[in-house]
C-alpha cells in the first residue's frame, strides 16, 4: 500500500549548520512531492516542492533531491538558523490527497 | 499573499455535541480539503472536495463527518455526534488544480483545535 515515512524522529543541529531530513516512499508511482515545515501550533507551511522527472530542485537555504531509484526524498537546509526550528514533513501527492510522513523533529542550537 | 483561514482557532465541546469548523479557502482555489493531526502524530487526510461534491474521502470521514460549501466563500467540517477521539487539530487547505503543471498552490490553515470533553 502506500506509505510515506520519515528516517530519523528528531535531529539536532548546530546553528549555522547544515541539515538533512530524510524520507521514504513506497509508491513508485508517485510524481509529486512536498515538504512542510509546521511550527508549534500552525499549520503544514510549504517550503519546496519537486516532480519525479527532478533529481533536484533549489530553494532559498533549501534543496530537495529525489532518488527514484531508492525511492528515497531529502530536504537540505543550509545554514540551519533558531528559526528553522519546527517539525518537518514530506508529503507524496496522491489522486486527490496528501499523503503525510510522520514527521522530523529539526531542534537547532546555538 | 493569500491564506486559508480557519475559524475558531480553539473548540472546546461536550462529547455527543454537534460541532461545525470554518474554513475560508483562497478565493481562486477550487479544491477543498480536510486534514487532522492528532497530537504528536502525522497529518491525517479526511476528505477532498471539488465541484460541489466530495471527490475522495478516508476511512476516518465516517457517517458522523459530512462537509458543505454553503456559499461561495466558506468550507465547513461538522462532525455530527462528538467522541472523545475526535479530539484533534483539524486543517483546512485548498488548491488550485490536482492536475500536472504549476505547484498546485496546496496551502492550509493554521487549524482548530478541537477539544472533546
Known amino acids: 500500500g502506500e506509505s510515506v515515512g520519515l528516517h530519523l524522529p528528531t535531529l539536532s543541529v548546530q546553528e549555522g549548520d547544515n541539515s538533512i531530513i530524510n524520507c521514504a516512499y513506497s509508491?513508485?508511482?508517485?510524481?509529486?512531492f512536498i515538504w512542510y515545515k509546521q511550527e508549534s501550533g500552525k499549520g503544514p507551511q510549504f517550503i519546496i516542492d519537486?516532480?519525479?522527472?527532478?533529481d533536484k530542485r533549489q530553494g532559498q537555504r533549501v534543496t530537495v533531491l529525489l532518488n527514484k531509484t531508492v525511492k528515497h526524498l531529502s530536504l537540505q537546509i543550509a545554514a540551519t538558523q533558531p528559526g528553522d526550528s519546527a517539525v518537518y514533513f514530506c508529503?507524496?501527492?496522491?489522486?486527490?490527497?496528501?499523503?503525510f510522513g510522520a514527521g522530523t523533529r529539526l531542534a537547532v542550537h546555538p | 499573499e493569500p491564506e486559508v483561514t480557519q475559524t475558531p482557532s480553539h473548540q472546546v465541546t461536550q462529547m455527543g455535541q454537534e460541532v461545525i469548523l470554518r474554513c475560508v479557502p483562497i478565493?481562486?482555489?477550487?479544491?477543498f480539503y480536510w486534514y487532522r493531526q492528532i497530537l504528536g502524530q502525522k497529518v491525517e487526510f479526511l476528505v477532498s472536495?471539488?465541484?460541489?461534491?466530495?471527490?475522495?474521502k478516508s476511512e476516518i470521514f465516517d457517517d458522523q463527518f459530512s462537509v458543505e460549501r454553503p456559499d461561495g466563500s466558506n468550507f465547513t467540517l461538522k462532525i455530527r455526534s462528538t467522541k472523545l477521539e475526535d479530539s484533534a487539530m483539524y486543517f483546512c487547505?485548498?488548491?488550485?488544480?490536482?492536475?500536472?503543471?504549476?505547484?498546485?498552490?496546496?496551502?492550509f490553515g493554521s487549524g482548530t483545535r478541537l477539544t472533546v470533553v
Open positions: 472536495f471539488y465541484n460541489n461534491e466530495i471527490s475522495e
Open positions: 487547505a485548498s488548491s488550485e488544480h490536482l492536475g500536472q503543471g504549476a505547484s498546485y498552490g496546496y496551502t
Open positions: 478565493s481562486n482555489h477550487l479544491y
Open positions: 509508491n513508485s508511482a508517485s510524481d509529486y
Open positions: 508529503a507524496e501527492k496522491g489522486y486527490n490527497k496528501l499523503i
Open positions: 519537486i516532480r519525479s522527472n527532478m
